[in-house]
T-cell receptor, first 112, second 110 residues
């Protein structure tokens, strides 16, 4: 079964700082997702990656398939970026027909 | 375009009361549908998945059940809620490598 580890668990940054959140997984995947969960609980899908790099606004996501590692970067962080960021992988060996395995999340707080 | 609706967003229910959370999808047919739960301090864990009408698989034993009465409808239920059922519940569907998520339901059992 795939294990998904995120680091750090908690992260506090000052507004404007460059932020990196890491995700590692243990076995092969078909895709990796980065999600954002706001304090109210709603989930927003940020990226779906199967290789390389994607950019959307101030967010950049990269994945290294060989190293089984992905990073989410936030440039020029802002207090509104405060949320829990969750990594989830679509496990190619998963018996549950495309089930996602989720990391525990990284709680980001950006101070003004 | 594909969308997924999940409601309610928040729910406070007394112990022993029933539960029904509904999830519906649009813009697709015969999706794989999933219910996940996030307990305090833990990651989202798969509760149930369904590959078609009436087909439900359970990943973990629990006080909950799921049903899929229509192709694009997935329901999570309980006859009698326990305190330990409190948490964040998320509905999702997948297509190839893509996944779409509901907004989630924050359930507090009191």
């Amino acid at each position: 079964k795939n294990e998904v580890e995120q680091s750090p668990q908690n992260l506090t940054a000052q507004e404007g700082e460059f932020i990196t959140i890491n995700c590692s997984y243990s076995v092969g995947i078909s895709a990796l997702h980065w999600l954002q969960q706001h304090p109210g609980g709603g989930i927003v899908s940020l990226f779906m990656l199967s290789s390389g790099k994607k950019k959307h606004g101030r967010l950049i996501a990269t994945i290294n398939i060989q190293e089984k590692h992905s990073s989410l970067h936030i440039t020029a962080s802002h207090p509104r970026d405060s949320a829990v960021y969750i990594c989830a992988v679509a496990d190619i060996y998963g018996g549950s027909q495309g089930n996602l395995i989720f990391g525990k999340g990284t709680k980001l707080s950006v101070k003004p | 375009s594909q969308t997924i609706h999940q409601w309610p967003a928040t729910l406070v229910q007394p112990v022993g009361s029933p539960l029904s959370l509904e999830c519906t999808v649009e813009g697709t047919s015969n999706p794989n549908l999933y219910w996940y739960r996030q307990a305090a301090g833990r990651g989202l864990q798969l509760l149930f998945y369904s590959v078609g009408i009436g087909q439900i698989s359970s990943e973990v034993p629990q006080n909950l059940s799921a049903s899929r009465p229509q192709d694009r409808q997935f329901i999570l239920s309980s006859k009698k809620l326990l305190l330990s059922d409190s948490g964040f519940y998320l509905c999702a569907w997948s297509f190839n490598t893509e996944a779409f998520f509901g907004q989630g339901t924050r359930l507090t059992v009191v």
